[in-house]
Structures are given as structure tokens and as C-alpha cells.
């Protein structure tokens, strides 16, 4: 900074030197010919000579009279009965002498102003000029040729508002149009001035320029390494401020830093403000007093500026507001207050609040005002769509959803009227399924009582009529399994109400669950050997220990390997895989169905359903459901996935927990 601000009084303010291809191209060039045209514009126009100046005429009524005013200003006497023109006249009448002191004063000053400027002219070392107004001429030198004047270096002139120069390159000068504008203002209507340059003249002032302006490059030069110097540090700042490493992934803030970030801001603008004020007020001095002005306010302007660079890594640049937390403290004690209060109360509070926000924003009322008959158009619309949506259910469209949005009262209402709607449409669909089931349970336990019970009827009457005792013996054989068929029938029975029931003792205890499978899997060895199944059996390294109860959970798995028998293809592969889930142990049973499985997984798992449609199997279709109110009971979970013939049965027990 202090850098600049010495670049910036070494060129006097004049930056742009360094974008001016020559002398002749600047701004210095115009201004100091602007000077002498002014000088000797003021000479023939305004002053004349000394006995003009003298005489007073270059003094207008305007000027005496403002400069007598200001002198009645100050004095003491001043009636109120009469207007301030009428005192002023007053004064002017009892006061002439003052008037004319006043008079005198102008000329003395004027008279001061006219040999000034005829030294300042003649101080000027290789300044040729004429200037003439018809009647009184000044010119550098008694014996001047004015078409000599047009054979030095530089040549202008001014004669009937037009102004011509050489060389060339004065016409490319941006700053021409100062020049122009001077001439505007100097009312030279009968006058005319010439000016030139001597050679030294130029030479002198093109040095002073090529001076200046390779001091003002290489001083912007300077600060331009500078300030890539503080950007890159500002940038490395940015990046690591807040971290103890370039890992650290954290941002840690200082106890200062806790600073509301709006007022951060209010103190960093508070703090440019104060710098620049002291700037000017140290204007003359500032080359001293820069680098104390300047050190502390960057040092604190710094701290703040880090510090909103850690809320926005953090992102919360804009929670961490005194403005936002206001605003947050008194939306959530509104909506508290709304939230768990009545309609009325709700109602009051809107009716409180809406003028309170149409007067904080009266300069946009029209807009607040077309939100809140947007806002109330949305409830109403919602309202009659509630409305609707009640008459859809009560004429019997259970299944018709009220569209919901948001988390207003009308919104909680269609909600509740929904949920309402779903659970009677629940309760229909259950009653209907309940219905379905019965039916279907009826006429599942007929037809699988009937079959063997007419069976035994049948073989009875034969029995009665069967002489020869070698067919007897066949009737009363197949009574026997007809007889037995029955009883299992009605033991699964039973044995299904138990299990949902949940009327079965429960001893849970250590079970190992690839012993469990091995030892069952060697009971059923011949049934496996007769359908010529292959079992692959796979299951972890190290043993695998589940809390279950050991006799009910080798009832399910086998009414599971049951099933199996029942329904698997001859000849195919049976997989059974054991994984461990973290706190869960996964048995998995996967066999290809001999028969087509147009049965969904859901309806299997209903009682007395089986795999045939045609029911000619000797299942029960009570194993799955069996096997799955066991496996409840026993806190483990049991489903089914159906994929094309793949039949795939699921058994999940919690883990021993030693």
C-alpha cells in the first residue's frame, strides 16, 4: 500500500503516463498549453491593460453586488418589517463608502492577479506567444513574426473559435478535448492567440515526462510484485486458515471468530471507511504515516476477512448471521406457538403478524399482498379438494388419495381423511381375503378328509361282503393307510393351530447348526437315494452356533426337507447354504420344483395350499405354514422367493451370544 501511494504522489496522481506514447500524446502536454492559452486569454479578454483594470470596467454589477451582500451579511443592523432587498438597499444607501472599499478591494485584487500573470508569462523560458483582441496586443517579443511562429516545433493558434496546431501527433492525443473545452469558455469573439515552442522548451519538458513516466512504471511494476506477493499469501491463507495440516479435514475457529458474520462485515467496512478518512485527513503527510495508518487496519481487516473464510469452508456463512439467528429465533417461537396451538390461535397470530409484515415492507406492498392471496388461493384449493375427496369415499371410491402438500392444518387433515380411506380399504380387502380363505379352507379340509374317510367307507362295505380271506387281508392293508393318512392329516391340523397359537413350550439353548443338518440330513438319507437328489451342503469353517430350540427347529427343517421330497424333481440338486449376517445365522434351501410353479409366493405360504393344483400329492400344504409359525416362535424370521421353478425357502435365527 505504501508502495502505491508514493507511486501515486511521485506521478501526482497521473497513472495513465504509462499507457501515452510520447510527450505530445499526454496529458502534461495539454495541460501546460492549456495554461499559457488560458494566461493569455485572461490578458486580452478579462484584463485588457492596467488602465482598464484600474478604471474598474472588468468589474460587473454582478460581482460588486455579491461581494457587497456578503458584506451586509455581517452587519448588525437588520429590521424585520421590511424583506432582505429592501435592507440590503438600505445598507447600500447608508454605506456608499463601504460599497466603494469594496470596489477598490476588487480592483487592488484584479490589479495583483493582471502582474502575476504577465510575470508568469514572461518567467517562461522558450514560450513564443502573440495574442490581440482588435485593440491591445501582448506578445513575447516586440519584433514577432507570426509566420515564423509557424516554423518552430510545436505551432498553435486560436482565431475565430477554431483551433490549429502542429505537429501531427497533437491530433491523437486523448486529452484534446480538455483543451477544446477551455476554449469554449474563453469568449474569444474578436481575439486571437498564437503560440509556440522552442526546441530547449520541448526538450526539457519531454526529459521531465520520460522522467515521470519511467518512474511510474517501474513503481506499478513494483506493486504489481507486491500484490501477486499478498494475493498468492492471501490465497495460501485462505486455503490453510482454520487447519492444523493439510489432512486435517476440521476447521478449528478462534474464541474472536465466534463474531456474527454481518457484523464482521459491518466492522470491516467500518474499518475501510475509517482508513480512508484518515487518509485524507493525513493527505499531506501520508508518505509518514501510511505504514501506521495502514498496518493495524490491514492486520484486524484480515483477522475478519479469515474468519468468514472458515464459515464458508464450514458453510455457514450465512447461519452463522445475527440477522439469520433473529430471524430463526422468532420464525421458531412463531411456529411453536402455531404449531401447538389451536385454529383460533393460529388464526390470531396470522391476523397479528400479516399487518405487521405489510408495514415493514409498505414500499412493496403490492407484492407482499399478491403472496398472501396466492398463499390463501393454495388453502382454498386444497380445501376443496379435501371437500371433493370426502364425497369420493362416502359414495364408496375407497381407494381415492387426496393429493397432500405441505404441513398446514388442511394438509394434516387430508392426511388423517387418507389414512382413514387406506385403512378401510385395509379392512375391506382384509375381510374379502379372510373370506376368500375360509372358503378355501372348507373346501381344502373336505376334500382332504373326504378322500381318505370315503376311501375307508368304500373298503368297510367290501370288507363286509368279502369272503375269501386273502382279499380281506388287501382291504383291511389299505384301510390301514387310509386310516393313517387321516390321522396325519388331522395331527398337522392341530399341529398348525398350535404353532400360530403359539401354544407350544419354547426352550432356546446352544444349537449347532451344521451338526443339526448333517445328523437329519443322514435320517432321510434312503428318501434322498430313492428321488436320486444330490445335496450340497455349504456352510462356514468354524462352527456356527444358533439360539434356538433344538426339537422345533429340526420339526421345521424337516418339514422343509419335506417339502422338499414332495415336490423337487427326480434326479436334481438340492442346495443348502449356510451364512453368517452378523448377529444372524442364514439356512437357505434351494431346489428346481418337478412341477410348474404358477403360484405366488404369498399365496403358497397360506394353509393347505400346495405346489399342485390338482392336489393329487400326499402333502397336507400345512409344512410351510408349520414351519413358519415355529420358526416365529423361536424370534427367527422364514420366507419364500419363487423364480420360475427355482423354490427358494429362507430361515433366519439370531446368533448364540456366548
Known sequence: MKSFIDVVLSA??????????????SRSFVEETGAVLEDLADLIVKYKNEEHILQGRHITDEQLRRETYNLWMNYEFYSTRVSDEENFNRYKELYPDEVARVRDRLIKEDLKKYHSLRQRLEEYDGLLYYADDGEHVYSSSKKIDLRQLQSYPVFLAVENYRLDFHPEEIEDNNHLY???????????????????????????????????????????????????????????LSVTVGRKSFEDKEVHFLPVEKIYNDVNLVLCTSIAVLWVA?????????????????????AIGLLLFLSLVKHLKKR???????????????????SKVYASGSVGVKIILIVILYPILVAMTFYIFPVTIGIAAWLAFKQVKLFNSIKEGVERIKSGDIGHVIPVSGNGELATLAADINSIAGGLKKAVDNELRSERLKTELITNVSHDIRTPLTSIITYVDLLKKEEEPQKAREYIETLDQKAKRLKTLIDDLFEAAKASSGNIPVNIEKIDMVSLLTQGLGEVNDKIEALELDFRLSHPRDKVYVAADGKLLWRSIENLLSNIFKYALKGSRVYIDIEEQGNEILLTFKNISANELNISADELMERFTRGDESRSSEGSGLGLSIAKSLIDLQQGKFSIQIDGDLFKAMVTMPKYKT
Open 12 to 25: 501526482d496522481g497521473r497513472l495513465d503516463i504509462v499507457f501515452e506514447d510520447n510527450y505530445f500524446a
Open 178 to 236: 480538455r483543451l477544446l473545452n477551455r476554449f469554449e469558455r474563453l469568449e474569444l469573439e474578436n481575439g486571437k492567440v498564437f503560440i509556440a515552442f522552442t526546441e530547449d522548451f520541448l526538450n526539457a519538458r519531454i526529459e521531465e515526462w520520460k522522467t515521470a513516466k519511467g518512474r511510474t512504471e517501474n513503481g506499478l511494476w513494483q506493486v504489481a510484485g507486491l500484490l501477486l506477493g499478498f494475493l498468492l499469501s492471501l490465497v495460501y
Open 278 to 298: 484518515l487518509i485524507e485527513q493525513l493527505f499531506d503527510n501520508l508518505s509518514q504515516a501510511i505504514l501506521l495508518i495502514t498496518l493495524p487496519v490491514v
Open 316 to 334: 455457514t456463512l450465512l447461519k452463522h448471521t445475527l440477522l439469520y439467528r433473529t430471524a430463526t429465533l422468532v420464525y421458531d417461537a412463531v
